[in-house]
């Protein structure tokens, strides 16, 4: 009876232990995870952070030089070669319309790289050819090889049918492309037509026609003549 009581004494023992253990093994897992669970914080100080050595490239489009220049310096890149070139477009005159380095393309700090950017020169003039005094076909073709277009005026004058006497603008002037020319031809000298007339006596002036003459025949002239002379002698001798 004793030896009873004694072991189910000793079981008890062993199983509160048991009970207990695992009491604390939980406790201290959830205390493992509530720390794990919280973020670790750490400071970096700037002597410690890096730099980025990297930038995008910006848009330089509708910049003027200067603008350009100085967006590119607040990059703090100071391996970039800038180069210039012109280009005529209708863009206005000294802005950008053009790189060579795509916008928002990836660049390294301190690697060299070249970028160029093209400026608009504004739109391409044409000088105005000489037209004035040549053949209006040797005009046209002149005016066509400026890549500008032309109209005909035609004009009485005293030059050559087909020669040009004026245009507009004038020879040297810078025009736009497709500027219309003005040529001014000659079609020659206008003629002036006379009406005829016919001549008409005056009142005073009119003339009274000769009679007209009649012919004898000479035998009877002959005849008469014998005649007279017949008659001459007529008379009585005392």
Request: charged share 30%.
């Amino acid at each position: 009876m004793a030896v009873l009581f004694i072991a189910v004494a000793m079981a008890g023992i062993v199983v509160g232990f048991a009970v207990n253990n695992r009491r604390m093994f939980t406790k201290n897992k959830g205390a493992v995870a509530q720390v794990s669970a919280t973020p670790v914080i750490t400071q970096q100080t700037a002597e410690t952070k890096e730099p980025d050595s990297r930038y995008y490239m910006p848009s330089f489009e509708g910049m003027t030089k200067q603008q350009a220049l100085e967006l590119l310096d607040e990059k703090g890149d100071t391996a970039v070669l800038v180069k210039w070139s012109k280009k005529y477009s209708n863009t206005q005159k000294g802005k950008i319309i053009s790189q060579s380095v795509t916008d928002g393309t990836i660049c390294e700090r301190g690697k060299k790289k070249t970028l160029v950017l093209t400026v608009s020169n504004g739109e391409k003039k044409y000088e105005v050819p000489d037209c004035v005094g040549k053949g209006y076909k040797n005009a046209i073709q002149k005016i066509k090889e400026k890549k500008l277009s032309y109209k005909i005026i035609y004009k009485e004058s005293k030059k050559d049918k087909g020669i040009v006497i004026g245009q507009a603008p004038k020879h040297g002037k810078m025009v736009k492309s497709k500027t219309v020319i003005k040529i001014t031809v000659s079609k020659g000298e206008k003629i002036k037509m006379t009406p005829q007339t016919q001549n008409t006596p005056k009142p005073y002036e009119t003339k009274t026609s000769a009679p007209a003459k009649t012919s004898v025949p000479k035998t009877q002239t002959k005849k008469n003549e014998k005649k007279n002379k017949d008659v001459d002698f007529a008379g009585s001798i005392p």
